[in-house]
């Protein structure tokens, strides 16, 4: 029978998207791995790619579309023998796609293809006990031994996609693990909302303004920096930091690099830094999990990436594991994907503490907020000549940059954060110690 193709939720936080662009049109033959549209999420432009093999039999939501819920119908897969004629008999075809289809014109995803997560894992069966399959994942199911009848389907109504068969224990693992993030999320709901569009338009009746739509990107940041301030309990340490010894160090460096294309940034070093603290005081790798912590054992370090009309905190992962020269080339990479927005959702997710750099702005300090479920954020400064007393005593001229760092109370005491704080002082003033 045909198959919905659904709006896939492409991040865990994803409840509805973009449809950008159509890769294919109706009549199109598929197979697993074609592209099939480009869906904006609330983060990203992400390509959606088919799992399942057919035809392209209608397309129910064009391309352009805004605000489509995951989940919704948004095309139709035909198998082999199936024509368009078929597609009428498809009981949940019609409701499900009559809302979007005003927009009219072609597109087509492969939602189903993913079969993300968050989609209910429905019974495989329909009238008769069929079970309903990709051929795709009929094939591997095959291959593998496996009962069709003992795995749950992701896919529209049922039906057994190819990740179902490939992984149902991961499938378990997740439907499992869900619970959790729902009943944290949860928590902030009761919050006081502020005055409604309509009072504060009123406010300002008479004067010239222009009206901005929010979009994903935006609404995301104010709900989860919104959520972040009224539900943790942030303490702030400062300290000063003298960057000479590694100003001087990364002057050589990038004289030895210069054959191989890589300049290291300042930015660099303080991921390093970092990176290398985390685990020097392991108790502060941690994120705030609702009911408990969890202390990760590699160090994986998100950092702020200031985007038009929004940011992302791409994530390198195991950065103490990294040379400078490497954590430098990915820092680029990300930075530039993220300008792009094409970063895949998995490179932005995660991570234990976050570094927030406007010092080459020019700011001499401020105060980040702590992005959940993060421990801390790194707020760093400008660089700039300061006196200062030396060690022998006598008054000198130093680089002095001045940092603050933000820190979730219930996952790090004061005391503890300090001492995350000095290690990454020293790691910074003695930079050469901290590459050894």
């Not at 819920?69 to 199936?82: M, P, Q, S, Y």
């Not at 991961?170 to 005055?195: K, L, Q, Y």
């Not at 994907?337 to 932005?348: F, I, N, T």
């Amino acid at each position: 029978m045909p198959t919905e193709i659904l709006m896939p939720a492409l991040s865990p936080t994803m409840e509805e998207g973009t449809l950008a662009k159509w890769l294919v049109k109706e009549g199109d033959a598929v197979s697993s791995g074609d592209l099939l549209a480009e869906i904006e999420t609330d983060k990203a432009t992400m390509e959606f790619e088919a799992v399942d093999e057919g035809t392209i039999g209608k397309i129910l939501i064009p391309e352009g579309s805004e605000g489509v819920k995951v989940n919704t119908a948004i095309a139709v897969l035909l198998e082999d023998g199936e024509s368009a004629d078929d597609i009428a008999a498809t009981p949940a075809a019609a409701p499900v796609a009559a809302p979007a289809v005003a927009a009219g014109t072609e597109a087509s995803t492969a939602a189903t293809t993913e079969a993300p997560g968050p989609a209910p894992a429905a019974s495989a069966t329909a009238d008769g006990g069929r079970i309903f399959a990709s051929p795709l994942a009929r094939r591997i199911a095959a291959q593998k031994g496996l009962d069709l009848s003992q795995i749950s389907g992701s896919g529209p109504h049922g039906r057994i996609v190819k990740a179902d068969v490939e992984s149902t224990t991961a499938t378990a693992a997740t439907t499992a693990a869900a619970p959790a993030p729902t009943a944290a999320a949860s928590a902030p709901a009761a919050a006081p909302a502020g005055p409604s569009a309509d009072m504060v338009a009123r406010m300002y009746e008479g004067r010239e303004y222009e009206e901005i739509q929010l979009d994903g990107m935006r609404k995301t940041i104010a709900a989860r920096l919104g959520e972040a301030k009224q539900t943790i309990p942030h303490f702030y340490l400062r300290r000063d930091i003298k960057l000479d010894a590694l100003l001087k160090f990364r002057s050589q460096l990038n004289k030895q690099l210069e054959g191989r294309g890589v300049k290291l940034s300042v930015n660099d070093f303080i991921i390093k830094a970092v990176a290398n603290a985390l685990q020097q005081v392991p108790a502060c790798n941690a994120v705030w999990a609702g009911d408990r912590v969890l202390q990760l054992k590699p160090s994986d370090v998100a950092v702020a990436v200031a985007i038009e009309g929004g940011l992302f905190t791409p994530v390198l992962q195991d950065a103490d594991m990294k040379s400078l020269s490497a954590l430098s080339t990915e820092m680029k990479d990300l930075a530039g994907r993220a300008r792009e927005r094409k970063l895949a959702p998995h490179e932005y997710q995660g991570g234990t503490f976050a570094i927030s750099n406007l010092g080459m702005f020019g700011i001499d300090n401020f105060d980040a907020i702590v992005n959940p479920p993060h421990a801390g954020i790194l707020a760093v400064g400008t660089g700039v000549k300061k006196p200062v007393v030396g060690d022998d005593g006598e008054l000198t001229v130093a680089t002095v940059m001045s940092v603050t760092m933000s820190v979730d109370h219930r996952v790090i005491d004061g005391a503890l954060g300090a001492e995350l704080l000095k290690a990454i002082v020293d790691n910074l003033e003695n930079p050469m110690v901290m590459l050894a």
